[in-house]
C-alpha cells in the first residue's frame, strides 16, 4: 500500500482538482503537495481529515480554499499527525483554528506563516504540549483590545516545555517582551523580527535560562539591548540579527564569547565606536558580517580575513583596503562603501576564489591610483561600483572580461581616455554610470548595438566629443539617457522616439536589483538573502538626487552640448517622458507649427529650451515673429556659456549666493503635470537666483568697463 505521496514542486502549472481521490489511499503517512494549485479543492480538508495514518502534510503556497468552520470537514478525526504545514494559503484564522485544535495534542511541527492569521495568540497554541516548532510569521497577530502589555501575547507559548522553535516574526506584536520569556528553557531558534516593539528594553535576565538559543532574531523591532558590560551568555548562538535594535554607542562587548557565530548582523544599531582589536580573532566560522549604517571606525589588521559575504558600508572605516582570503569558502560579496579607506585597490587582484565573486562596492571611499586590469579574474560579477572616488588613468581593457556584469558605476573619478572596446562585451548590462570623469572620445557605437539591455545609462560631465551615434536609438528599455556637460555636436537624432519605454504605456523594472541567496551553513540549513540596488544620479535644482525607483523618472538630458539644427518632431512621441533637458545647445527652427499645441514637448517647461536663441514658438515664445538672431550674434548656449555661467555662479555664491556645485548647467526638467506642482517652488527660487546672478554680472561688468576707461 502506498505511504508516501510527493506531488510539490510543479509550480501551479495546472490545478489538480478535487482531492476525493486522495482519500482511497488509507495507509497514507507522509503527503507532500505544496507548490501545486489546489485552489478547487474544497474538499482538502475533509479528504485529510480521514487519513488515519497521517503523520506529516505539507500544503506550501496550494491556494487552499477557506474551510467552513460549521461545515463536516472541520472536524479532524486524524490524531497521527505530527506535522503540518499550511504556509502561504492566506488562510484566516477563522476557518485554520476550529480545524486545527483538534490535533493540538500530537503535533510536533506545525507552520502557519504567510496566511491572514489574525488577532491575539489563542490559548489553543498552549495546549500544543508536543509542540517542538511553531512558525507563525508573516500574519496579523495583535494585541487584543483589553491587553495592556505586550507579554501577554507570549503567555501562552512560555507553557510549551519542549518548544525549541518560535517564529513570531513579521506580525503587528507590540507591548514589551516579558522576562517569562526566559522560562522557554529548551529554545533554539527565537525569531521576532519584523514586529514593533518599539523602546522596549531587553536585558540579560530575558535570556538567563537560554542555554540551548543558537539563533536570535530581533530585527526591525526597535529594541534596546542593554546588558552589563561584564555579562557572559549562557548560549552559543550561530545566527545573530539584530538590525535596527539600538546595541551602541559602545560596542557590544558579549559578541566576543559567541565563538561558533556564522551569521553576524548588527546594521544600523546605533553604535559609534571603533571596531576593537579582538573582532577578527574568535571566530573561525563567521561567514556573514553587516555591520552597515552606523559609525564605526577603526583600521583593519595585516592579515586575512576569511568571510563570505561582508557589508561594512556607511561608516567611519580607514587605512588601505583590507586583504581577503577564503580558504576553503568562495567570497561572495563585498561592499565597503561610504566609509574613508584610502590608497590602491591592487589586493583586490590577490583575493582567492574571485571567481565566485557577485558583487563588488567600494564606492564613496578616498580610493586613488590607477585601476588595476585584473577583472579577468571575475567572471561572475555581476555588480561593480567604483565610483566617487580619486581613481585615474584609462579604463583597464579587462573590465570587458566581466561578462556577466549588469551594474558598472565608474562616476566621479578622474578616469581619461577613450571607452576601452572590450565593454561591448559586456552585453548583460543594465546601468551604465561614467558621469563625471574626463573620458573622450566619440561615443561609441556599439553601446547602441551591443548593450541592448541597458536601462540607465549617464556619459554626463565627460570630454566626449562628435555626434550622438543614432544606434542610441536601438536602447528599446532605455529609461534615462544623459549625455549632458559634454562637448556633442551636430543634430539630435530624429530616432529617439525609438525609446519603447518612453513612448508606451509599458511594464518597467521599478528597479535594478540583484538579489543572491546563499546557503552559509549546511548544518543549520542558514539561508542569506542579500539585496544589491542600483540607485541612479542625476542632478536636480544644483544638487545630485537618488533615484532608487526608476520607472518613476524617465528623463532625456543633452544640455550643456553643441548640438544644433532643429528639435526632431520625434521626440513628441515619447508620451511617456517625465524629465527633458536640451537647454544650453546651439538649437535653432521653429517649435510651433510643426508641432500640434496638444504634443507632449510643449507641456515641458520652457526652460527645458532655455539658451537656445535659434528656438522660437510656443512653449519657449508666443510666436516667431521677431524673427532669427540677428547675423554674427552667437546663440547663447555651450560648453563655454555653461562654464562662463558657473564661473560667475561661483563669484555669487562668494557674494552670499548659496546653491550647490553644479548650478544650472544639468538642471533636469519635468513635465506639467502633479510633479510640476512640488516643483514649482524650487523653479522659482532658481529663477530668482539665476536673474540675480546675471544682474550682477551685468553691473560687474558694466563697471569693470567703466573703471577701464578712466
Known amino acids: ?370 585601476l588595476p586590469d585584473c577583472f579577468g579574474s571575475f567572471p561572475s560579477l555581476t555588480a561593480l561600483n567604483l565610483g566617487d572616488n580619486s581613481f585615474s588613468g584609462s579604463l583597464p581593457s579587462s573590465l570587458g572580461s566581466l561578462t556577466s556584469l549588469e551594474m558598472l558605476s565608474l562616476r566621479g573619478n578622474k578616469f581619461s581616455g577613450e571607452l576601452p572596446s572590450s565593454l561591448q562585451s559586456c552585453t548583460k548590462l543594465k546601468f551604465l554610470d561614467l558621469s563625471d570623469n574626463e573620458l573622450s572620445g566619440e561615443i561609441p557605437m556599439w553601446i547602441g548595438q551591443r548593450l541592448s539591455s541597458l536601462v540607465f545609462l549617464s556619459l554626463q560631465r565627460n570630454q566626449f566629443r562628435g555626434r550622438i551615434p543614432h544606434q542610441l536609438c536601438g536602447l528599446k528599455y532605455l529609461q534615462i539617457l544623459d549625455l549632458s556637460v559634454n562637448k556633442i555636436s551636430d543634430t539630435v537624432p530624429p530616432c529617439l522616439n525609438n525609446f519603447t519605454s518612453m513612448a508606451e504605456k509599458v511594464s518597467l523594472d521599478r528597479r535594478i536589483e540583484h538579489y543572491l541567496s546563499d546557503v552559509v551553513s549546511f548544518e543549520w540549513l542558514a539561508l542569506v538573502q542579500v539585496r544589491y540596488v542600483d540607485e541612479a544620479l542625476l542632478t536636480w535644482k544644483g544638487t545630485k538626487q537618488n533615484y532608487p525607483q526608476l520607472g518613476l523618472l524617465l528623463a532625456i538630458d543633452l544640455s550643456c552640448n553643441k548640438l544644433t539644427g532643429e528639435v526632431p518632431e520625434g521626440l513628441s512621441s515619447l508620451q511617456e517622458l517625465v524629465a527633458l533637458n536640451l537647454s544650453r545647445n546651439f538649437l535653432t527652427g521653429k517649435l510651433s507649427g510643426k508641432i500640434p499645441t496638444s504634443t507632449q514637448l510643449q507641456s515641458f517647461d520652457p526652460s527645458s529650451f532655455s539658451h537656445n536663441r535659434g528656438l522660437c514658438g510656443p512653449p519657449v515664445s508666443p510666436n516667431c515673429s521677431m524673427g532669427d538672431p540677428p547675423p554674427g550674434k552667437p546663440a547663447v548656449g555651450g560648453e563655454e556659456d555653461c562654464d562662463e555661467f558657473m564661473k560667475w555662479f561661483y563669484t555669487a555664491m562668494g557674494l552670499g549666493f548659496a546653491m550647490g556645485f553644479w548650478g544650472f548647467c544639468s538642471v533636469v526638467f519635468f513635465k506639467r503635470s502633479w510633479r510640476h506642482s512640488y516643483y514649482r517652488y524650487l523653479d522659482d527660487a532658481k529663477d530668482w537666483v539665476y536673474v540675480s546672478v546675471v544682474l550682477l554680472k551685468t553691473r560687474l561688468v558694466t563697471r569693470i568697463g567703466a573703471l577701464s576707461t578712466r
Open 1 to 370: 500500500m502506498l505511504e508516501t505521496l510527493g506531488l510539490g514542486g510543479n509550480r501551479k502549472m495546472s490545478s489538480i482538482g478535487k482531492l476525493e481521490w486522495v482519500s482511497h489511499l488509507s495507509r497514507l503517512k507522509q503527503v507532500d503537495l505544496s507548490f501545486t494549485n489546489l485552489s478547487n479543492a474544497n474538499d482538502w480538508s475533509q479528504v485529510i481529515s480521514h487519513l488515519p495514518f497521517l503523520e506529516e502534510l505539507v500544503m506550501t503556497d496550494c491556494d487552499l480554499p477557506s474551510i467552513s468552520s460549521s461545515s463536516p470537514s472541520s472536524a479532524n478525526h486524524s490524531k497521527s499527525l505530527t506535522h503540518l504545514d499550511l504556509s502561504a494559503n492566506n488562510l484566516p484564522s477563522s476557518a485554520i483554528y476550529p480545524w486545527l485544535f483538534n490535533v493540538s495534542s500530537n503535533l510536533v511541527s506545525l507552520n502557519l506563516s504567510r496566511n491572514q492569521l489574525k488577532g491575539p495568540i489563542p490559548e489553543g497554541f498552549g495546549n500544543m504540549m508536543a509542540i517542538n516548532e511553531l512558525y507563525l510569521s508573516d500574519n496579523l497577530l495583535i494585541l487584543a483590545e483589553n491587553q495592556v502589555r505586550g507579554d501577554s501575547v507570549l503567555n501562552e507559548i512560555v507553557k510549551l516545555p519542549y518548544i525549541t522553535v518560535l517564529d513570531l516574526g513579521y506580525n503587528l506584536l507590540n507591548g514589551s517582551i516579558s522576562k517569562s520569556i526566559g522560562q522557554v528553557s529548551n529554545l533554539q531558534v527565537l525569531r521576532l523580527v519584523g514586529n514593533s516593539f518599539n523602546g522596549d528594553v531587553i536585558s540579560e535576565a530575558h535570556f538567563s535560562n537560554f542555554t540551548y538559543l543558537q539563533e536570535l532574531d530581533l530585527s526591525y523591532t526597535y529594541l534596546t539591548l542593554k546588558f552589563y558590560s561584564g555579562w557572559i551568555p549562557p548560549f552559543k548562538l550561530i545566527q545573530i540579527k539584530l538590525c535596527s535594535c539600538k546595541l551602541g554607542p559602545r560596542f557590544p562587548d558579549w559578541i566576543r564569547t559567541q565563538t561558533d557565530v556564522e551569521i553576524l548582523d548588527i546594521s544600523a544599531s546605533g553604535i559609534s565606536d571603533s571596531l576593537p582589536y579582538w573582532f577578527w580573532d574568535p571566530f573561525q566560522r563567521l561567514k556573514y558580517i553587516n555591520m552597515s549604517f552606523n559609525q564605526i571606525s577603526g583600521t583593519f589588521p595585516n592579515k586575512s580575513i576569511p568571510v563570505r559575504h561582508l557589508d561594512l558600508s556607511s561608516n567611519n572605516f580607514s587605512g588601505p583596503l583590507p586583504h581577503f582570503s577564503l580558504d576553503s569558502m568562495n567570497m561572495r560579496t563585498i561592499n565597503l562603501s561610504k566609509n574613508k579607506f584610502t590608497g590602491t585597490i591592487s589586493p583586490i587582484c590577490s583575493i582567492t576564489g574571485q571567481s565566485f565573486l557577485v558583487w563588488l562596492d567600494l564606492s564613496n571611499n578616498l580610493f586613488s591610483g590607477v
